[in-house]
Structure formats: C-alpha cells, structure tokens
C-alpha cells in the first residue's frame, strides 16, 4: 500500500467479517456465537427471534464479496435443516482498515 500499512490477509478478512456480522445479530437481539470449527459451512450461530447458521463471506472494497460454492451452500443447509435452524449467507464489504463498509448484504438459503 502506498501508506505503508500492510494489507489485510484472507484471514484477517474473514474475521472481521464474521465479527460484523456477529454484531449485527447481536443489535438485532440475538445471541450470535463465531465458531468456524464446526464441519460444514458455518460460521455463525445465532438464537433470538429465530435460531440461524450463517455463513460469512467477505471482501475489501472494491472487491466483491464471493457467491457460496455449490458445496457451501448444500453444507449450511443440511446441517440448518438437521439442527432445526434457518440457513443465511451474509455478504460484508469491508474498507482497506476492515471497518464495515455500506450495510450487511443478507440473504435466506431456501
């Protein structure tokens, strides 16, 4: 970078992403735990109004936050519908510093 900061690595990204995700659950009334050692892609659980798995995909602007694989999206549902639980992925766009940029694009797995 021209400022001399470091980039953000793919790892450092989909934390934070996950962890703005996480808070928006959790403004939202939801309790919302980050546990990306499950098998199966999941990212976030969240119970409150409903029980949700979430998975997180996120980007740094001006990148786009990537579409869930087939096997992704497959993976989450299966294990929402054994755990009783909506699926949802949520897409978080992100500046170089990894502050949320725009609102939390969120969409319903059916």
Known sequence: MADGKKEPTAAEIGAAGEAHAAEWLKSKGYTATVNTRLPGSTDIEADGPASLLVQA??????????????????????????????????????????????????????
């Open 57 to 110: 995909k996120s980007a740094v602007y001006p990148n786009a936050p990537a579409d869930l694989t087939p096997d992704e999206e497959r993976n989450i549902k299966s294990r929402a519908s054994n755990t009783k639980r909506e699926a949802w992925l949520a897409k978080v766009t992100m500046n170089n510093d990894l502050r949320l940029r725009g609102e939390i694009a969120w969409k319903k797995l059916v």
